[in-house]
T-cell receptor, first 113, second 114 residues
Framework: GQQLNQSPQSMFIQEGEDVSMNCTSS?????WLWYKQDPGEGPVLLIA???AGELTSNGRLTAQFGITRKDSFLNISASIPSDVGIYFC?????????????WGAGTKLIIKP | DTEVTQTPKHLVMGMTNKKSLKCEQH?????MYWYKQKAKKPPELMFV???????INESVPSRFSPECPNSSLLNLHLHALQPEDSALYLC?????????????FGSGTRLTVV
């Protein structure tokens, strides 16, 4: 089946550092979604991307839809303690009723004290 | 209102119990979903309702029974669960299907089967 490879699996960073994570696949996607999940909560949508090459920002977060439509990255600038959590990418395969939403395995962000 | 509300937040049930999880949204979304999430894993799709009709059942065991009484409500009836069914159960909604603009998730119900 279709798979998304999300990396890194976890990151230990210092407060103030920039963070980068990405998702890659052998399949083409029409939409990329980036979610963040805090412990004991549901995922929250951070950024949605709809076109190849699209670069979208949401505050300190920036995400890009890869030109090949097979990858996407998420950058966080100047990390702060509330950025800790698990970040998931998800790719939508089709725009019709035969769609599939494929999830990455997640990137756990931990800020060193 | 931009929220998906799930109740209860926590549930402990025995293997012979019958319980229900509830989900509510008032955003006018026409698709609603049940997801199961194990620790440190991404959510796994269970059911999709589109315009109050079940459109996707991801081969979920019959001990899980979804119900969509109206466009704002989604229930998940539980009966004769197993300990391995313990997980975070997430409800989500989207404007339509496919979820081109992403889902709005609830906070989940943490289910423990004893």
């Amino acid at each position: 089946g279709q798979q998304l490879n999300q990396s890194p699996q976890s990151m230990f960073i210092q407060e103030g550092e920039d963070v980068s994570m990405n998702c890659t696949s052998s399949s083409i996607f029409n939409t990329w979604l980036w979610y963040k999940q805090d412990p004991g909560e549901g995922p929250v949508l951070l950024i949605a991307l709809y076109k190849a090459g699209e670069l979208t920002s949401n505050g300190r977060l920036t995400a890009q839809f890869g030109i090949t439509r097979k990858d996407s990255f998420l950058n966080i600038s100047a990390s702060i303690p509330s950025d800790v959590g698990i970040y998931f990418c998800a790719g939508l395969t089709n725009m019709d009723s035969n769609y599939q939403l494929i999830w990455g395995a997640g990137t756990k962000l931990i800020i060193k004290p | 209102d931009t929220e998906v509300t799930q109740t209860p937040k926590h549930l402990v049930m025995g293997m012979t119990n019958k319980k229900s999880l509830k989900c509510e949204q008032h955003m006018g979304h026409r698709a609603m979903y049940w997801y199961k999430q194990k620790a440190k894993k991404p959510p796994e799709l269970m059911f999709v309702y589109s315009y109050e009709k079940l459109s996707i059942n991801e081969s979920v065991p019959s001990r899980f029974s979804p119900e969509c009484p109206n466009s704002s409500l989604l229930n998940l009836h539980l009966h004769a669960l197993q300990p391995e069914d313990s997980a975070l159960y997430l409800c989500a909604s989207s404007l339509g299907t496919p979820p081109n603009y992403g889902y709005t998730f609830g906070s989940g119900t943490r289910l423990t089967v004893v």
